[in-house]
T-cell receptor
């Protein structure tokens, strides 16, 4: 499986600021995904990061709040904008496996705390 | 939308015990995945199941894709302390989206 890294691994931010999270993969992948994991909860898909086009957002998530970039097949960023304490979560990127997006592998996550 | 009911929500294990957890859905899935998440880490894929009835092992772990395509279970045999963590099931129906269960928190008996 691909090796996935995320930066930063954790951060503490002030309300009203924005944070950009990076996801780097060691091989080219077509599908990349961003998930949110609120404290003590399961994973919720935020959006699919599409290379060369706008991300596809899930219900309840909007581009103004979570802008995503996907400049190439190995890299993506997720920005959490105008943060509030409710945005405190772990943010995870995932990539498809060799047989496609029915198997996904996750990065180590970015633990975000908003004060 | 689709929902996965994962049970139990938590369980205590004693070293050497066999434990089991399962996921059920009201709708059909084409793929079932089982992940383990340790504190401060991302979920790690343990087992992937792609066909109804499929039974797959990975060391002491065994998982099955239910014949109705609406359920899956994961067994851990002869548990050891490092089995502690949170286990998530995930299913995929049409398209690329994975739906996750609520997780089973595995703890060590005091």
């Amino acid at each position: 499986s691909a090796v996935i890294s995320q930066k930063p691994s954790r951060d503490i931010c002030q309300r009203g600021t924005s944070l950009t999270i990076q996801c780097q993969v060691d091989s080219q992948v077509t599908m990349m995904f961003w998930y949110r994991q609120q404290p003590g909860q399961s994973l919720t898909l935020i959006a699919t990061a599409n290379q060369g086009s706008e991300a596809t957002y899930e219900s309840g998530f909007v581009i103004d709040k979570f802008p995503i970039s996907r400049p190439n097949l190995t890299f993506s960023t997720l920005t959490v904008s105008n943060m509030s304490p409710e945005d405190s979560s772990i943010y995870l990127c995932s990539v498809e496996g060799a047989r496609g997006a029915d198997t996904q592998y996750f990065g180590p996550g970015t633990r975000l705390t908003v004060l | 939308g689709q929902q996965l009911n994962q049970s139990p929500q938590s369980m205590f294990i004693q070293e050497g015990e066999d434990v089991s957890m399962n996921c059920t859905s009201s709708s059909i899935f084409n793929t079932w995945l089982w992940y383990k998440q340790d504190p401060g880490e991302g979920p790690v894929l343990l087992i992937a199941l792609y066909k109804a009835g499929e039974l797959t092992s990975n060391g002491r772990l065994t998982a099955q894709f239910g014949i109705t395509r609406k359920d899956s279970f994961l067994n851990i045999s002869a548990s050891i302390p490092s089995d502690v963590g949170i286990y998530f099931c995930a299913g995929q129906a049409a398209g690329n989206k994975l739906t996750f269960g609520g997780g089973t928190r595995v703890l060590v008996k005091p």
